[in-house]
T-cell receptor, first 115, second 116 residues
Framework: AQKITQTQPGMFVQEKEAVTLDCTYDTSDPSYGLFWYKQPSSGEMIFLIYQGSYDQQNATEGRYSLNFQKARKSANLVISASQLGDSAMYFCAMRYTNTGNQFYFGTGTSLTVIP | EAGVAQSPRYKIIEKRQSVAFWCNPISGHATLYWYQQILGQGPKLLIQFQNNGVVDDSQLPKDRFSAERLKGVDSTLKIQPAKLEDSAVYLC??????????????FGPGTRLLVL
């Protein structure tokens, strides 16, 4: 069975500091994609960053980077220089290419940025 | 470019009543998804359409939930009859193709359903 695990229900970070949000996954499929989404209190899911299972380099998008360790099946999100607006729920998700491209989401991590 | 539209934004009903949600995806997006997000959990895929055909509905409780996308554009999700445990946010998302490679889904604002 496919599974995404986020073990940190809540995280706090000081403004301007970096924070790492953990995500591990379980799959036997060789082809998959890993995504991170941000969900503010307004409820809308916002795409942040993508990592493909065959990508050789870790993905980066502005202040977001993905620490992809394929052998350990982890895809941690690193947010650098945290801002107050980063306070939100963060979801890790995986898409399984070989099974109709369904998305499976983790349970999320609530991030609070402290001024 | 307009985003994914959903209506209504909020709905309160009593158990055993019926309710319908509407979604209009981003123009040109072939794939449409409906998710259920219960408070404190991640979104769970209910159904996925490719144009007007169903790709996956394995997690849709078909005894009470139904969805359609007749012309391959907008979609309706219905619950009949509703149960207390259906209280959740119902998210609609769309993607251009079948969601290949780095292509992401774009989400609507969601419909918050409360069943009393």
């Amino acid at each position: 069975a496919q599974k995404i695990t986020q073990t940190q229900p809540g995280m706090f970070v000081q403004e301007k500091e970096a924070v790492t949000l953990d995500c591990t996954y379980d799959t036997s499929d060789p082809s998959y994609g890993l995504f991170w989404y941000k969900q503010p209190s307004s409820g809308e899911m916002i795409f942040l960053i993508y990592q493909g299972s065959y990508d050789q380099q870790n993905a980066t998008e502005g202040r977001y980077s993905l620490n992809f360790q394929k052998a350990r099946k982890s895809a941690n999100l690193v947010i650098s220089a945290s801002q107050l607006g980063d306070s939100a729920m963060y979801f890790c998700a995986m898409r399984y290419t070989n099974t109709g491209n369904q998305f499976y989401f983790g349970t999320g991590t609530s991030l609070t940025v402290i001024p | 470019e307009a985003g994914v539209a959903q209506s209504p934004r909020y709905k309160i009903i009593e158990k055993r009543q019926s309710v319908a949600f509407w979604c209009n995806p981003i123009s040109g997006h072939a794939t449409l998804y409906w998710y259920q997000q219960i408070l404190g959990q991640g979104p769970k895929l209910l159904i996925q359409f490719q144009n007007n055909g169903v790709v996956d509905d394995s997690q849709l409780p078909k005894d009470r939930f139904s969805a359609e996308r007749l012309k391959g554009v907008d979609s309706t999700l219905k619950i009949q009859p509703a149960k207390l445990e259906d209280s959740a946010v119902y998210l609609c998302a769309s993607s251009y193709h079948r969601g290949m490679g780095p292509e992401t889904q774009y989400f609507g604002p969601g419909t918050r359903l409360l069943v009393l």
